[in-house]
């Protein structure tokens, strides 16, 4: 997978995205361990006429089958990895969102949007009122970009980071549209078991032009690592546009500082060269 390439900053990741970029190359390793596991049993499979010849044990006693019938299996059990894969990493983009997007807020807090939030009179505190009120509105107002229509999501959150200060994420028309297919396709997985609905032909049908309503929708290989590699760029984005201003700042202090540090040098400098100066002409 190509990555985005982002300038150097001053300041690191977010704690959120090392922990996405964590689970993320975890998933990686396992999807390339199982095919790998699975290249090897097929070839194996030429070999003999049923797994429990080569497999070892106990897994051989858990798929008994014939070698013929694993060529039919490997083609599932391909689909379902591909499934899962694209759920998982969905599943992470979306908890990186929170987190990064709740920081965001919070640092920001009180700001002028608008939220509504909704609460039980029984769960209201006794005390530390403020502090209940101000954890129930980030929440609510992260809720609202995070469940926000997969086609709006991007564009609420560029209008999130913008009003709380920060620059817009670097962003491009051709990932937004794959990020926005790759939500679109793990809802069609993890809602419809990978049929095609109405919704999920009307949302692809401009990638995926052949999508039968009805049919398995089928996610190859390329096309995964496609998506993938555009939902993990979007999280980097976002992280880079937050820390970008905050390196800004960092710079820009460290510049004031060397400059206040020069103006100081330069001051004892001169005012050493005054007393030389004073200390020649007493001499004479």
Same mark, same amino acid.
């Given at each position: 997978?190509?990555?985005?390439?982002?300038?150097?900053?001053?300041?690191?990741?977010?704690?959120?995205?090392?922990?996405?970029?964590?689970?993320?190359?975890?998933?990686?390793?396992?999807?390339?361990?199982?095919?790998?596991?699975?290249?090897?049993?097929?070839?194996?499979?030429?070999?003999?006429?049923?797994?429990?010849?080569?497999?070892?044990?106990?897994?051989?006693?858990?798929?008994?089958?014939?070698?013929?019938?694993?060529?039919?299996?490997?083609?599932?059990?391909?689909?379902?990895?591909?499934?899962?894969?694209?759920?998982?990493?969905?599943?992470?983009?979306?908890?990186?969102?929170?987190?990064?997007?709740?920081?965001?807020?919070?640092?920001?807090?009180?700001?002028?949007?608008?939220?509504?939030?909704?609460?039980?009179?029984?769960?209201?505190?006794?005390?530390?009122?403020?502090?209940?009120?101000?954890?129930?509105?980030?929440?609510?107002?992260?809720?609202?970009?995070?469940?926000?229509?997969?086609?709006?999501?991007?564009?609420?959150?560029?209008?999130?980071?913008?009003?709380?200060?920060?620059?817009?994420?670097?962003?491009?028309?051709?990932?937004?549209?794959?990020?926005?297919?790759?939500?679109?396709?793990?809802?069609?997985?993890?809602?419809?078991?990978?049929?095609? @609905?109405?919704?999920?032909?009307?949302?692809?049908?401009?990638?995926?032009?052949?999508?039968?309503?009805?049919?398995?929708?089928?996610? @190859?290989?390329?096309?995964?690592?496609?998506?993938?590699?555009?939902?993990?760029?979007?999280?980097?984005?976002?992280?880079?546009?937050?820390?970008?201003?905050?390196?800004?700042?960092?710079?820009?202090?460290?510049?004031?500082?060397?400059?206040?540090?020069?103006?100081?040098?330069?001051?004892?400098?001169?005012?050493?060269?005054?007393?030389?100066?004073?200390?020649?002409?007493?001499?004479?």
């Amino acid at each position: 997978m190509s990555r985005l390439q982002l300038p150097q900053v001053h300041v690191p990741r977010s704690r959120h995205l090392v922990l996405f970029e964590q689970e993320f190359e975890g998933l990686n390793s396992f999807y390339w361990m199982y095919r790998s596991a699975s290249a090897l049993m097929l070839q194996q499979s030429e070999k003999f006429a049923r797994t429990t010849d080569f497999l070892p044990q106990p897994e051989a006693s858990r798929l008994d089958i014939s070698c013929g019938e694993i060529g039919v299996i490997s083609t599932q059990a391909d689909r379902v990895a591909r499934y899962g894969i694209l759920v998982q990493v969905i599943t992470y983009y979306e908890v990186y969102l929170t987190g990064v997007l709740s920081d965001v807020v919070s640092t920001r807090w009180p700001g002028s949007r608008q939220v509504t939030v909704k609460f039980r009179p029984s769960d209201l505190p006794n005390g530390e009122l403020n502090s209940y009120l101000k954890a129930a509105s980030v929440a609510s107002e992260v809720a609202s970009v995070i469940d926000e229509s997969y086609s709006r999501r991007l564009a609420r959150i560029s209008n999130l980071l913008t009003s709380c200060g920060f620059p817009e994420p670097q962003q491009s028309a051709d990932r937004k549209m794959l990020v926005t297919a790759a939500c679109e396709i793990r809802n069609c997985v993890v809602h419809n078991g990978g049929k095609v @609905d109405h919704r999920t032909k009307d949302a692809l049908e401009s990638i995926f032009p052949a999508l039968a309503i009805g049919a398995q929708f089928e996610l @190859d290989e390329a096309c995964l690592w496609k998506l993938l590699a555009a939902v993990r760029d979007d999280a980097r984005a976002i992280d880079f546009a937050i820390r970008k201003q905050a390196s800004e700042k960092r710079v820009s202090r460290s510049a004031k500082r060397r400059r206040a540090l020069a103006r100081r040098k330069a001051e004892n400098l001169a005012q050493m060269h005054a007393r030389r100066g004073t200390n020649n002409t007493d001499e004479l």
